[in-house]
């Protein structure tokens, strides 16, 4: 059998397969079909649009690829008042918005406390909350489960542990797979992710990765490719390409069926309508800025970033005209995945 027509019947490939697909672009069109159909079959036409808001750029981590690293001196950096997330988070609701995403830098801006409380006043607004804060304590992830947080999203990036490591100063890999265990263990619907076109990442490795998705069974997958950013130790590096991320992103799609995938604002950086190509192979989630101000630009994880010089409601209204020129709906629901939603259902009936 086809290797597309098994990964569609089966909803499972091996490295090797994953590796074939990713290396020739025979399998394209073929694949990139497969994504759409799985798409329509499993999560219908509704996108899920969710307001990310950039809360603070301030960061403690290192990691070579990003921008917003420490040891970036010449980016300003700024941190939002609880009050001020809060009233972005209001106003994101009049706009339409559902869920808000809350990510940051990794840092230790707001006592624990005081970041429940952004939780239970947002959640207060009747919106879902999504938190993308990096890796804290277990008790401190339980806490902003109990102050109401429903989603979190911790991409692992890269499974290729040599990669990791020499990307991530003073990080841990098992520490960052243990994080991802303790927040599906707590009850958050899980995301993770990785990032394509790394220096020495290899196909294998990409296949790897994969695997690691479906082995742990995530409820959201985002696929970015990896842009070089100035003031980084990767800022010569070559960046990963639109076109390998779509496929990555599709093969996903194909053998995770029910979960949510992102059409990732860097995919848009590359690729201009980015975002609706990623939509139509496979995709069935944007998360439009609700950041205003200054503070879009300066949440600068790589160069080019989109929309940076828009406002949130014209970004809303942006996105959705393009949505339904594709002949998509814009999801009405609180935007947990297929794979979420049947995760509980069963856990409630047996
Ligand atoms: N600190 C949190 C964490 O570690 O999960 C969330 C913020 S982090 C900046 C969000 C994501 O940005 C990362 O997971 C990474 O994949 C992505 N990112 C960072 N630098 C990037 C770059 N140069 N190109 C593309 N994506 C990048």
């Known amino acids: 059998m086809d290797i ?18 990713l290396s020739t672009d025979r399998y394209d069109e073929a694949l990139f079909k497969a994504a759409d159909l799985t798409r329509q079959r499993y999560v219908k036409r509704d996108v899920h649009l969710k307001g990310l808001l950039e809360f603070s750029n301030v960061c403690l981590r290192t990691c070579h690829y990003c921008g917003l690293r420490r040891e970036n001196d010449g980016l300003k950096r700024y941190s939002l008042s609880p009050d001020e997330i809060v009233g972005l988070a209001k106003k994101a609701a009049t706009y339409g918005y559902r869920t808000i995403v809350l990510q940051s830098g990794e ?31 277990e008790n401190e992830y339980r806490a902003y489960k109990e102050a109401g947080a429903n989603r979190y999203l911790l991409r692992i990036e890269t499974t290729d542990k040599p990669l990791y490591k020499a990307l991530h100063p003073s990080m841990s890999y098992e520490r960052r797979v243990k994080c991802l265990k303790i927040l599906k263990k707590l009850g958050y619907e899980t995301g993770s992710g990785s990032l394509v076109g790394l220096p020495h990442q290899t196909a294998a490795s990409i296949a790897e990765d994969i695997l690691f ?34 496929k990555v992103m599709a093969l996903v799609r194909v053998l995770m069926p029910t979960i949510n995938i992102p059409a990732t604002t860097a995919m848009e950086t590359l690729r201009p309508n980015g975002r609706i190509l990623a939509l139509q192979n496979g995709a069935n989630v944007v998360m439009p800025v609700i950041t205003e101000g200054e503070y879009r630009a300066l949440y600068r994880l790589y160069p ?23 002949n998509r709906d814009i999801s009405v629901t609180n935007g947990d995945s297929e794979r979420f939603i049947i995760r509980k259902e069963i856990r409630r009936a047996v």
């Open 4 to 21: 597309i027509q098994k990964a569609f019947l089966r909803r499972a490939l091996s490295v090797e397969e994953i590796e074939a697909v």
């Open 107 to 137: 840092n230790r801006e707001y006592s624990v406390g005081d970041f429940c409380k952004v939780i239970e006043n947002i959640r207060a607004l009747n919106l879902s909350v999504t938190l993308s804060i990096g890796e804290k304590s």
């Open 213 to 246: 998705f479906q082995e742990n069974d995530f409820d959201m997958i985002g696929i970015g490719p990896f842009i070089p950013c100035e003031n980084t130790p990767l800022s010569a590096a070559q960046g990963g390409s639109f076109d390998m991320a779509l």
């Open 304 to 326: 080019g970033k989109v929309c940076v010089g828009d406002t949130p409601s014209h970004c809303r209204g942006c996105i959705s005209g393009k949505i339904r020129s594709i």
